[in-house]
T-cell receptor, first 110, second 113 residues
Framework: GEDVEQSLFLSVREGDSSVINCTYT??????LYWYKQEPGAGLQLLTY?????DMKQDQRLTVLLNKKDKHLSLRIADTQTGDSAIYFC??????????FGKGNQVVVIP | EAGVVQSPRYKIIEKKQPVAFWCNPI?????LYWYLQNLGQGPELLIR????????DSQLPKDRFSAERLKGVDSTLKIQPAELGDSAVYLC???????????FGQGTRLTVV
């Protein structure tokens, strides 16, 4: 079945860049997503990338996709305290069926 | 415009009791999803509805879990009887169709004691 792997914890100083990594298994996935979850809140879609793209930039967010290695990363530039949250990558394996990773907790140190 | 609304936000019940969760999707969204999120894990799909039809319920434990979306709008997810291992966050999401962005509700945190 689909399997999405993420590392668990990252601490970063305010103003620095943070990079979160993810690997996925289903090469036929059409879209790959990054979601943000703050304590007690639902999942918020941050950005997504179509499988035929290598990179997507959206303000402070940069998504890199390496299809050969099935590796997805999210770079947050100028990390702010409001970026403290759990970040999930997810692959869409058809009909919006999303397979999520375990999440990566990002703690921003002021 | 209101997002996906779920209630209750929190529920504590004793094991073997029944429990139900309610979801009101975004107006006009035909596709509705229920996800289960265990502590420290990512969400896992339980069931997906296209209007009132459950088109993907392969991950729903049908011995104790049931769901319905009778008029193709609101949906309820029921557990009967609840077990200790059912303690988790139950997330509802909706999308215009199965190919567009899914929006998530805040979830219902269930604690079974």
């Amino acid at each position: 079945g689909e399997d999405v792997e993420q590392s668990l914890f990252l601490s970063v100083r305010e103003g620095d860049s943070s990079v979160i990594n993810c690997t996925y298994t289903d090469s036929s996935s059409t879209y790959l997503y990054w979601y943000k979850q703050e304590p007690g809140a639902g999942l918020q879609l941050l950005t997504y990338i179509f499988s035929n793209m290598d990179m997507k930039q959206d303000q402070r967010l940069t998504v890199l996709l390496n299809k050969k290695d099935k590796h997805l990363s999210l770079r947050i530039a100028d990390t702010q305290t409001g970026d403290s949250a759990i970040y999930f990558c997810a692959e869409n394996y058809g009909n919006n069926r999303l397979a999520f990773g375990k999440g990566n907790q990002v703690v921003v140190i002021p | 415009e209101a997002g996906v609304v779920q209630s209750p936000r929190y529920k504590i019940i004793e094991k073997k009791q029944p429990v139900a969760f309610w979801c009101n999707p975004i107006s006009g969204h035909n596709t509705l999803y229920w996800y289960l999120q265990n502590l420290g894990q990512g969400p896992e799909l339980l069931i997906r509805y296209e209007n009132e039809e459950a088109v993907d319920d392969s991950q729903l434990p049908k011995d104790r879990f049931s769901a319905e979306r009778l008029k193709g709008v609101d949906s309820t997810l029921k557990i009967q009887p609840a077990e200790l291992g059912d303690s988790a966050v139950y997330l509802c999401a909706s999308s215009s169709d199965a190919n567009t962005e899914a929006f998530f509700g805040q979830g219902t945190r269930l604690t079974v004691v």
